[in-house]
């Protein structure tokens, strides 16, 4: 079992920024991706940003390219998700995911998933 917990989240305004954290535990294997999503009320779920094991593979949502930013730091079992320029239709609950070895943008083939972190970005 792997256990993530994510942390970072709140109410910013437009243009503001967030740095989400997403914390692992447990089980881990040594090569995993971990990808970003997000769920705004009444819609699905969509992938926002994704980061492989050595962190020299990233890929990032159309809607939060060159605003958003992901990193690990394996020694720390942690992602990040640096968030700026934010936009009030970035709000949303973000989850992260993790699944082994490469990175796809659909969340039923992520194994693991967090409990989520609420970002509201006022106008």
């Known amino acids: 079992q792997v256990q993530l917990v994510e942390s970072g989240g709140g109410l910013v305004q437009a243009g503001g920024s967030l740095r989400l954290s997403c914390a692992a535990s447990?089980?881990?294997?040594?090569?995993?991706?971990v990808a970003w999503f997000r769920q705004a009320p009444g819609k699905e779920r969509e992938f926002v940003a994704a980061?492989?094991?050595?962190?020299?593979?990233?890929y990032y949502a159309d809607s939060v390219k060159g605003r958003f930013t992901i990193s690990r730091d394996n020694a720390k079992s942690t992602v990040y998700l640096q968030m700026s320029s934010l936009k009030p239709e970035d709000t949303a609950q973000y989850y992260c995911?993790?699944?082994?070895?490469?990175?796809?943008?659909?969340?039923?083939?992520?194994?693991?998933w967090g409990q989520g972190t609420q970002v509201t970005v006022s106008s």
């Open positions: 995911a993790t699944r082994p070895l490469t990175i796809v943008t659909t969340t039923v083939l992520y194994d693991y």
């Open positions: 447990g089980r881990t294997s040594n090569n995993y991706v």
């Open positions: 980061i492989n094991w050595s962190g020299t593979i990233t």
